[in-house]
């Protein structure tokens, strides 16, 4: 069993700070054995992001604050709001626009290593064995 | 892309409500694809209840709500409040107890698939193909 404070992954290299904006604190990553990963992502107000995740699946629940979700592949629209799942089930092209704060769970899979980065599409790359 | 509001799926089979009080609604089951499920589960103010996952990973997020989880092979405790993260990496035997109500959001590895029920043990049983 593992028990995991967020404020004490706070400063640490758990904590990821992206220069546009969103911050995600990365509870569980791939060494941790649980076949995924496990995240709480911050999005601020006004922040509007696009990512494709080109190399996994992601699901997200909303649990504060309230944002537009578009499909990029689709040109859909989603509200955002406490309560709201989203999974990206098809790699798919997406925007997401935070209203107010948006406070979101996220689970990867296969689980983020830690050490990707956003290219230049909003991709993380693919695992190279970390 | 999957959207999904937790409004609609309250009074659906999505929506487990256990004799001892406890409700999970699953977002997303093995069937959805993802590799993992993930629920939100909601424990009552006083509700106390022993789990056993012998077949599964769970990861768990508390976004509202304190209470007290006991490891009951090595009789540690923690409380359990916003931010808090924990990992049953071990199938580790597990006490939650909540002191007000708990919201949590949890994954599960391997996915469950909806049908399973805690056995006398409080685990889920084995996935057996669906």
Redesign the interface.
């Known amino acids: 069993?593992?028990?995991?404070?967020?404020?004490d992954l706070l400063g640490t290299e758990r904590e990821v700070k992206s220069p546009a904006g969103w911050t995600s604190v990365r509870?569980?990553l791939k060494k941790?054995?649980?076949?995924?990963s496990?995240h709480?992502t911050t999005f601020p107000p006004g922040l509007r992001f696009d990512m494709h995740y080109k190399h996994h699946?992601e699901?997200v629940?909303c649990?504060?604050g309230r944002g537009v979700?578009t499909?990029r592949?689709?040109g859909?629209k989603?509200v955002i709001e406490p309560?709201?799942?989203?999974?990206?089930?098809?790699h798919?092209r997406?925007t997401l626009e935070a209203e107010t704060e948006l406070?979101l769970?996220c689970?990867f899979?296969p689980p983020v290593t830690g050490n990707e980065i956003h290219d230049a599409d909003g991709a993380y790359l693919p695992d190279t064995g970390d």
Chains 1, 2 share one sequence.
């Open positions: 069993m593992k028990v995991i404070k967020l404020e509870f569980l941790d054995g649980m076949g995924f496990f709480e699946l699901a629940f649990y504060r979700l499909n592949d689709t859909e989603f309560g709201t799942v989203y999974a990206l089930d098809q798919d997406h406070k769970v689970a899979n």
